[in-house]
Structures are given as structure tokens and as C-alpha cells.
């Protein structure tokens, strides 16, 4: 009986050394290699066809390569000396990442017209008047604070900030996001009759689109 029991002890003995001397287990790691994309710009012609991530970072593409182009200027004509209310789709502003961030905003930096040879400016609101987004985005649809007074001046006055998309709360992860927004210009015609505005003034204004991260 004792020289059972000696045996059994030594068999399982030599098993735990069997064990302990194999290799670690094999890891395997697994990567989507695609790099963080962020791109946005304002566009004359709206994107064709369903709006999704791909086709709006598709729109940036620049001759169908992999490389982007952010479009930091497009400029728009007003041909008839201001004389409608609402001047629909003068720009497409267009915005795609994957990157994975949550806390971001995009604002629009708005001026007023304003001619030097005239020596007045006029006042101007931007709407977001059609959009499409990931569910991940909040879209501001409306329409944005006046920019300018109207009356005479030596310099324009002080832009104001819009605030046409921010991020939903969620996870830190990366997954896409995309936007896009269909931008219409707003005039008042009884503020403009006061001063007459006359062809020929060479009035500009300016739309500045910038991405915040925090």
C-alpha cells in the first residue's frame, strides 16, 4: 500500500513539470489599417446621389487617389444687387471623419456685406435649410444671429459665430461621422431700401467654417 501511494506521488510530479516547461500561448492581434480622416470644406454643387460617409469623403478625393482635399474657399455671386429676401443653396458646406473624437463642434465665422466704396454694410443671416448626418451629429437647422447693422461705417463690424454641428455624447470610439449642409443666404429688403443700395459697390462678405476639439 505504501509503495502505491509512492508511485502516484511521483507520476504527478513529473505531469507539473511536463506543464509548466511549454511555451506560452500563441497571440494573434488583429488591425484594420485605415488611417484617421478628417475633411471638410464648403462646395458650389451639392454631393450627388444618398449621403453617407463614404460619398462625402469620396467628394474630397482629388483625381479618384487617396488623398484629400480640404476646401477652404469657394466664393458665390450675388448677381442681382441683393434684391430677393432668400437666396437659396449659395453654398454646400460638407464635413466626414472617422476619427475618435466625441467633444467637437463645427462654427460658422459670419461678416456682414460691405463695400468700401460705399462706405456702409449690410446685414445678412445664414440658414441651414436642408442637411443629412450620421446619428452620431446634432445639426443646428436654423437660421444664425444677424451679422452687421446696417447704416455707415469705416470698417465692418465684428463677426458673428454660428453653430452648425456638434458632437452627441457616447463612447470614445472610432467610429464615422458625416454631415451635410445645404446653406441659403437671408437679406432684409426693408433695412436695405433705407440706404438705396446701388450697383457697381463692390460689397463682400465672408463665411468661415472652423472644426473645435476639446
Known amino acids: 500500500m505504501k509503495k ?3 508511485c502516484l506521488a511521483f507520476s504527478f510530479i513529473t505531469i507539473s513539470l511536463l506543464i509548466s516547461a511549454l511555451p506560452p500561448p500563441a497571440q494573434l492581434t488583429l488591425i484594420s489599417a485605415r488611417d484617421d480622416i478628417m475633411v471638410h470644406g464648403f462646395f458650389d454643387e451639392p454631393l450627388a446621389g444618398n449621403h453617407n460617409i463614404a460619398t462625402v469623403i469620396d467628394f474630397f478625393k482629388e483625381g479618384g487617389g ?3 482635399k480640404v476646401r477652404n474657399h469657394t466664393s458665390t455671386t450675388v448677381f442681382d444687387e441683393f434684391s430677393q429676401a432668400v437666396y ?9 471623419t472617422n476619427t475618435p473624437n466625441i467633444h467637437y463642434s463645427v462654427i460658422f ?7 468700401e466704396s460705399a ?5 445678412l443671416q445664414l440658414r441651414v435649410s436642408e442637411h443629412a448626418s450620421s446619428a452620431n451629429i446634432s445639426v443646428n437647422a436654423g437660421t444664425s444671429s444677424k451679422a452687421g447693422t446696417l447704416g455707415t461705417f469705416e470698417e465692418p463690424s465684428e463677426a458673428i459665430t454660428y453653430t452648425a454641428l456638434a458632437t452627441n455624447s457616447g463612447e470614445n470610439i472610432k467610429e464615422p461621422k458625416f454631415a451635410a449642409l445645404k446653406l441659403d443666404l437671408l437679406l432684409n429688403q426693408a433695412e436695405i431700401a433705407i440706404n438705396g443700395v446701388s450697383a457697381g459697390d ?3 462678405a465672408t463665411v468661415t467654417a472652423t ?3 476639446n
Open 202 to 204: 463692390d460689397y463682400v
Open 109 to 115: 465665422s459670419i461678416t456682414p456685406f460691405f463695400s
Open 119 to 123: 462706405s456702409y454694410e449690410v446685414p
Open 88 to 96: 437659396e443653396g449659395i453654398a454646400y458646406y460638407y464635413f466626414g
Open 211 to 213: 472644426i473645435t476639439i
Open 66 to 68: 487617396d488623398d484629400y
Open 4 to 6: 502505491i501511494f509512492t
